[in-house]
């Protein structure tokens, strides 16, 4: 079965048909990438799925079971993980005491005046940042923290929930061609090894087909392509609306 199975999805603003039709599934440990030219629809898919958006057609299904409509903190709630093109941390707050805060939502836990967030969950939040390779940095405040570091540590709190699905909004924006590869190879091997399903969007192409199982493809709001590296770059449609437009950035 899989973990995200999509169909019909269709939702407008005004007479513009923002996503019309869309169907597609991804499976348990599997990286499927969504990409297209500018208004081809991918953030407004993306909410959706996370339930900031209400779909006006079709369903959406989390390991079989109907999602659709749900809001966001029940979405998350069952297993539905994200990570956003900007990145959402408290600059404040050490590094480990922002996974402690999501594990505490998480978890339903609130922290008393006597016993501060810091004391709740402490060894979940290094094993979480010891995943994404930022344990060390576990005692460091946020807002000191690399671009590239704060990117593994929003990986990690996206983790917190125990997610069968993760989605990733352009995880690689603003990062140095290394960062990059090196973020995308992280979010693999988390991929395979806890069977994470993930779907994200992204402008950098060369990050699409390297880490990709598949690619689908929308225009319009409509699915245009879907399949492998190989057979995304030989599709003629794909090549006349996206990759030999000259674009590069994958937009909303």
């Known amino acids: 079965m899989s973990v995200l199975a999509v169909s019909g999805l269709g939702k407008s603003f005004g007479a513009v048909r923002a996503v019309d039709g869309v169907s ?5 440990g599997e990286m499927l990438a969504l990409i297209g030219p500018n208004g081809a629809g991918k953030s407004t898919c993306f909410n ?17 079971r109907d999602i659709t409509g749900l809001p ?48 709740y969950f402490a060894a979940e939040a ?4 010891d995943q994404v390779g930022m344990r060390a940095q576990g005692d460091r405040a946020a807002g000191v923290l690399a671009y590239g570091d704060l990117k593994r540590l929003e990986l ?6 125990g997610p069968t699905l993760l989605l990733m909004d ?10 990059r590869v090196a973020l995308m190879a992280l979010a693999r091997r988390l991929a395979g090894e806890r069977g994470i ?37 030989a599709d003629a449609r794909v090549r006349a609306v996206y990759l030999g437009s000259g674009a590069t950035s994958g937009g909303h």
Do not use: K, Y
């Open 126 to 129: 290094d094993a979480l940042l």
């Open 24 to 28: 597609f599934a991804v499976a348990a």
């Open 156 to 161: 990690a709190i996206a983790l917190a929930n």
């Open 48 to 64: 959706m799925l996370n339930g900031q958006i209400r779909p006006e057609t079709g369903r959406i299904l989390l390991g079989g």
């Open 72 to 119: 966001p903190r029940r979405v998350w709630r069952l297993g539905v993980g994200r990570t956003f093109q900007i990145t959402a941390t408290f600059a404040s707050m050490s590094v480990r005491e922002n996974v402690q805060a999501a594990l505490l939502s998480f978890h339903r836990r609130v922290w008393r005046w006597w016993r501060p967030a810091r004391g």
């Open 170 to 179: 352009e995880p690689t924006a603003g990062m140095a061609p290394a960062e």
């Open 197 to 233: 399903a993930v779907l994200f969007t992204e402008h950098d192409m060369d990050v699409v087909f390297g880490v990709a199982d598949r690619i689908l493809v929308l225009d319009r709001g409509r699915v245009i392509a879907e399949g492998d590296g190989v057979a995304i770059r």
